[in-house]
């Protein structure tokens, strides 16, 4: 069982140019999420969807764009890369309400540097 | 806007001693608080905590919630050297669009041999 997926690990972005950092889960969960977090800091909210076809912004998702066509894909688009979107991105996954299973799943993370 | 707020910013302590790190929060619609340790990759999961007064446990590791208060607290009894890591304490509440996670900006532990 795989988990949370992202790729890359690791990507050094030009300003100006564009990327899709990917995301797949393979749990079945209806809630996917997109975080940064900047050194020394917490994890902030870019976007997130809670199933697909419905996606909605959080606390940081200027300069970034998603898609949900299928459970299992959360792709998280950078259009014109600026050094401020330099940090490491997480995606993460959950179920919508407690249970046994219930707990979010972290990816291990794209660090991205934008020079 | 939900709030989480974690202090200290930073600790630095020696094996052995007992450490407490403290999580505050202001959200609106409380579903549960969450601890996390992160090392050098994606957090890992610690504990969930919804209820007041009942202290989870894992090993060295406990934690306890007081929701009329609106904080938490995790304490590390006995530190090793692999204690140390960023411990990030998140609140799930629930929104308009279903539960959402805040996470604080976290606590730094080293722990020196």
């Known amino acids: 069982n795989a988990g949370v997926t992202q790729t890359p690990k690791f990507r050094i972005l030009k300003i100006g140019q564009s990327m899709t950092l990917q995301c797949t889960q393979d749990m079945n969960h209806n809630y996917m999420y997109w975080y940064r977090q900047d050194p020394g800091m917490g994890l902030k909210l870019i976007y997130y969807?809670?199933?697909?076809?419905?996606?909605d912004k959080g606390e940081v998702p200027n300069g970034y764009n998603v898609s949900r066509s299928t459970t299992e894909d959360f792709p998280l688009r950078l259009e014109l890369a600026a050094p401020s979107q330099t940090s490491v991105y997480f995606c993460a996954s959950s179920y919508p309400t407690g249970g046994a299973n219930y707990g979010y799943t972290f990816g291990s993370g794209t660090r991205l540097t934008v020079v | 806007e939900d709030k989480v707020v974690q202090s200290p910013l930073s600790l630095v302590v020696h094996e052995g001693d007992t450490v407490t790190l403290n999580c505050s929060y202001e959200?609106?619609?409380?579903?549960?608080l969450l601890w996390y340790k992160q090392e050098k990759k994606a957090p890992t999961f610690l504990f969930m905590l919804?209820?007041?007064?009942i202290e989870k446990k894992s090993g060295r590791l406990s934690s306890i919630l007081d929701k009329k208060e609106l904080f938490s607290i995790l304490n590390i009894t006995a530190t090793q050297t692999g204690d140390s890591a960023i411990y990030l304490c998140a609140v799930e509440a629930w929104g308009n669009a279903g539960n959402m996670l805040t996470f604080g900006g976290g606590t730094r532990l080293m722990v020196k041999p």
């Open positions: 969807s809670v199933g697909a076809g419905i996606t």
């Open positions: 919804t209820s007041s007064g």
């Open positions: 959200v609106t619609n409380f579903r549960s």
